[in-house]
DNA sequence: AACGGACTCAACCGCATATTG
DNA sequence: CCAATATGCGGTTGAGTCCGT
């Protein structure tokens, strides 16, 4: 049996669609022309089509005719993603760029849905992609937006250039909702969220500062090798790429906990230039002058600097966590973070 | 060495919203 | 305006790995 298909210009949606269906009626695009093909059983078969004027790419050759037609090969494929599949998607968006995943997806060869294509590339694939363990102030950064923020993964990863909303995702799920697990209370309760306030926040403030005039070396992975490595299965250098910080005095009124005099609002402003080459900063009564020079990083300047008030949550200290409890987070997060 | 539980994180799913025709 | 489709987001899963016994 044959089947002729006619299908519009650049249509490939249309155009796989009739595909599957085996449709035989013609199609016409009175405008540029139109790419008609020839269907058997099994598969289809190109037997005019106007590239130039049609423009369409989804089909490339004979044998992509050959694969769509093929009901096997159209199985649409899932799970890990082979360096292979990788290198088709970044160099088909190289060159056409992103966006449009479902015919992205189609257009490249990929089996793969276009959600799965721009997942990949979005957390994986693209420049910029930071990978490895996050920093004490990316820590400390995504307790406090969380805070005022909530579950927004995305909101608050705009706020960590080259971090994705599921690494961060991950990080709450693995790291603080496994705290408040062990403290046996909600993630979401007054009490833990008070337990993250004044105890893990000014503690990671602590070891902010601690980690002060050391040297530590920070490979930032600027060619993304790392992260090609992990994504296979590989370890990654295992750094915790701590920057420096060069100022810091008024951490300390964070250092003991439930005794923690909270900053009013009012007098609050910040400036996360956390990706600095770069600083760091909370113009805030109780970390002025914290300033973290991190020189390899790319500069950024916190985009919400109007509405983003750090640490307002501590506008009222009224922890209700008994000295055990305090005791027993503290240890726990003297071995977690 | 073998096993099993805990952990990590890439990837999938379902839903809501935005866009397109 | 409406329906279909694409996109984006947050929740969840599960394969691979780690680690203690």
Redesign the pocket.
């Known amino acids: 049996m044959v089947k002729d298909i006619a299908v519009a210009r650049g249509d490939a949606?249309v155009f796989m669609?009739f595909v599957r269906l085996g449709y035989k009626e013609k199609i016409w695009d009175h405008d540029t022309g139109v790419v008609i093909i020839q269907g058997e059983d099994v598969g289809v078969r190109l037997i005019k089509c106007n590239m130039e004027r049609s423009g369409v790419q989804v089909m490339r050759s004979l044998s992509d005719c050959d694969s769509y037609g093929s009901e096997e090969e159209m199985a649409i494929?899932?799970?890990?993603?082979t360096e292979e599949e990788d290198s088709v998607l970044i160099n088909y968006i190289n060159v056409h760029g992103e966006?449009?995943?479902?015919?992205l997806a189609r257009s490249a060869g990929l089996k793969?849905?276009?959600?799965?294509c721009?997942?990949?590339w979005l957390?994986?694939l693209r420049p910029n992609v930071r990978?490895g363990?996050l920093t004490l102030q990316e820590q400390l950064l995504i307790l406090d937006l969380h805070s005022r923020w909530g579950?927004?993964?995305?909101?608050i990863a705009e706020q960590l250039p080259g971090r994705t909303?599921?690494?961060i995702?991950?990080?709450w799920?693995?790291?603080v909702v496994?705290q408040a697990r062990q403290l046996k209370c909600d993630v979401n309760s007054k009490q833990f969220r008070d337990a993250v306030r004044f105890v893990w926040m000014p503690r990671l403030m602590e070891r902010i500062k601690a980690s002060s005039g050391t040297d530590i070396s920070y490979s930032h992975d600027q060619n993304n090798n790392a992260s090609k490595a992990?994504?296979h299965?590989e370890?990654s250098s295992g750094n915790n790429p701590i920057p420096t910080m060069l100022k810091s005095e008024a951490v300390s009124s964070y250092s003991s906990g439930v005794d923690v005099q909270p900053p009013s609002v009012s007098d609050t402003s910040a400036s996360y230039n956390l990706m600095g080459g770069g600083s760091w900063s909370l113009e805030d009564s109780a970390v002025k002058g914290c300033t973290i020079s991190s020189s390899p990083w790319q500069h950024w300047d916190y985009p919400e600097i109007q509405e983003f008030e750090p640490f307002s949550a501590f506008s009222d200290a009224d922890l209700l966590w008994t000295d055990e409890n305090i005791w027993f987070l503290q240890q726990q997060l003297a071995t977690d973070i």
């Open positions: 949606e669609k494929k899932k799970g890990p993603w966006g449009h995943w479902n015919s793969r849905t276009g959600k799965s721009r997942l990949r957390n994986y990978r363990n579950n927004r993964w995305s909101r909303d599921n690494e995702k991950n990080y799920r693995t790291r496994k992990q994504g299965g370890c």
